[in-house]
């Protein structure tokens, strides 16, 4: 039913939100850590391998969103 569909969206959007709070919350806090630090270089070395990983995480659940979103049109085709 619809409402079944509109919920099963609003859980996927729920978790998917959840997901990327992480990975840009992790972006933040490092991109923060290099601005204020003493010995930016350091900072940056550190943290750029972390900070990619963080948006390799995010691109995922983002490819992922799409690929459910593909399955879905395929599976429930919009009628026009």
Same mark, same amino acid.
Do not use: F
């Given at each position: 039913t619809l409402k !079944? $569909? ?6 996927? &959007?729920?978790?998917?939100?959840h997901? &990327?709070?992480?990975p840009?919350a =992790?972006?933040?806090e490092m ?5 204020n630090? @003493?010995?930016k270089?350091?900072e940056y =070395?550190?943290y750029?391998p ?5 948006? @390799? !995480?995010a691109?995922?659940?983002?490819n992922?969103l %799409? @690929?459910? @979103?593909?399955?879905?049109? %395929?599976?429930?085709?919009? =009628? $026009?």
């Amino acid at each position: 039913t619809l409402k !079944n $569909t509109i919920k099963q969206k609003d859980d996927v &959007l729920e978790i998917v939100v959840h997901d &990327l709070r992480g990975p840009i919350a =992790n972006i933040k806090e490092m991109t923060w850590q290099i601005e204020n630090s @003493a010995d930016k270089e350091v900072e940056y =070395n550190t943290y750029l391998p972390l900070i990619q990983e963080s948006c @390799a !995480n995010a691109e995922m659940v983002i490819n992922d969103l %799409i @690929a459910i @979103a593909k399955i879905k049109n %395929i599976e429930e085709p919009i =009628n $026009t």
